[in-house]
């Protein structure tokens, strides 16, 4: 790649002023300078040249800020300059693994290295399906050595066994919807903002399990009849906050000029994923926080660090609630009841209703009640007394 060039004036001693052009490497390196002559500016032969690269007043297309190329050779050389860069610099470059991926493909070898065939796309999604399996396989013996609440019978072979390929389709939509493959999104394996968030958000759930009023889950029978005061009063700050965090977004997705789009997109998710369960699944409805993390950190797709520390942060928490609970359904028992009768299940044998009909061999089950939550006391599981 070619650096992008910027002209100064500097006066020599003796009056007269002599021109030297900068040449700004990028992504690292130092900077180069060329002695100009002042009459080659003047007769239009000497031309200022930038790149998509180039560090200059103005904003990235996306909406992240440019530096100004006043101060750009200072930072650079800074000690500071070189942690932000570090933090921020690929653990595995794309453009390496994609150089080698289209050597093991002999893309290059038969089309030249023009060819576009979607490489740097599949290359991101790769390392974002591997970092974050990876993170459920790490988390899934931290949760166990550090005493955290988890749940004793999900093991890392059920991990695969049952939830592995669902996984991979939540990430997959994840990477869609968050706008993960665009250019002004780095990758997940840098340290700001995605290693830092997303291990924030790996083990903020199971230490707030040590405060005893955020031990409550998201559903109905639990807010009217489980919830404290004090959890009431977490929740109307998480409102806020959410409501402060969404006002932003909107700004940012404005800017860029792609609010009416995103609003679309959000309405779209909402009837896809919550509305159907919040109104023909009754009571049943749990929201775990793996699901609410995931549906919201696609939302935060726009350009922004702090768009995109969220986001991270969401992938965090979707990490711990498959790493230590499991993809639990969130219809809870009443989705395990549909799948087991639908298979006919030896188990359910105990469900089956005792009579049978003539001439039909159809199995008919019991009704599946579930905890009414505007009765507390459970009155409405005394109809299943004759179950037993």
């Known amino acids: 790649m070619s650096a992008g060039s910027w002209w100064g004036r500097r006066s020599n001693g003796n009056g007269s002023n002599r021109q030297r052009k900068y040449d700004v490497v990028p992504r690292g390196g130092h900077l180069a300078t060329t002695s100009v002559e002042s009459s ?30 006043s101060t750009i050779g200072g930072w650079r050389s800074s000690r500071l300059g070189g942690i932000v860069r ?63 609440e988890i749940d004793e019978n999900y093991t890392l072979r059920d991990f695969v066994r049952y939830d592995f390929h669902v996984v991979l389709l ?20 840098c340290i700001l903002p995605w290693g830092v968030f997303i291990a924030l958000g790996a083990v903020y759930p199971s230490i707030s399990n040590d405060f005893e009023f955020l031990r409550h889950s998201v559903s109905m029978y639990d807010i009217n009849c489980g919830w404290p005061a004090i959890l009431f009063v977490y929740a109307f700050f998480l409102l806020v906050l959410s409501f402060t965090f969404a006002v932003a977004l ?71 609630g498959i790493a230590v609970y499991g993809r639990d359904p969130i219809l809870e028992c009443k989705h395990a009841f549909y799948v087991s009768t639908s298979q006919h299940c030896a188990f359910m044998q105990c469900y089956e209703s005792k009579h049978e009909t003539e001439g ?3 199995t008919e089950y019991k009704e599946f009640i579930t905890a009414d939550w505007r009765l507390c006391n459970a009155e409405s599981l005394s109809r299943n007394e004759s179950f037993v």
């Not at 000497?46 to 440019?66: K, L, N, Q």
């Not at 935060?300 to 660090?305: D, H, M, T």
């Open 40 to 69: 080659d500016i003047d007769a239009g032969d000497a031309s200022v040249e930038f790149t998509d690269d180039d560090c200059c007043d103005r904003d990235h297309d996306d909406g992240s800020a440019r530096i100004p190329s």
């Open 360 to 362: 039909d061999n159809k």
């Open 250 to 320: 909107a700004r940012s997705h404005h800017r860029r000029m792609v609010l009416r789009s995103r609003i679309v997109e959000v309405i779209a998710l909402f009837c896809l994923f919550i509305l159907p369960y919040a109104t023909l699944a009754g009571d049943s409805l749990h929201l775990h926080h793996w699901f609410v993390m995931w549906w919201l950190g696609m939302q935060s797709n726009s350009p922004e660090f702090w768009a995109r520390s969220f986001q991270a942060y969401a992938i965090g928490s979707y990490i711990n």
């Open 170 to 189: 939540d990430l997959l939509f994840f990477f869609v919807v968050g706008r993960l493959h665009d250019a002004s999104c780095r990758g997940i394996d």
């Open 86 to 148: 570090l933090a921020t610099s690929n653990l595995l470059d794309d453009g390496a693994c994609l150089h080698a991926y289209r050597r093991g493909c002999r893309v290059e070898d038969s089309y030249g290295e023009g060819i576009d065939d979607g490489g740097l796309v599949a290359v991101k999604l790769v390392k974002f399906w591997t970092w974050s399996i990876i993170g459920i396989l790490l988390l899934h013996p931290l949760a166990r050595w550090m005493g955290w």
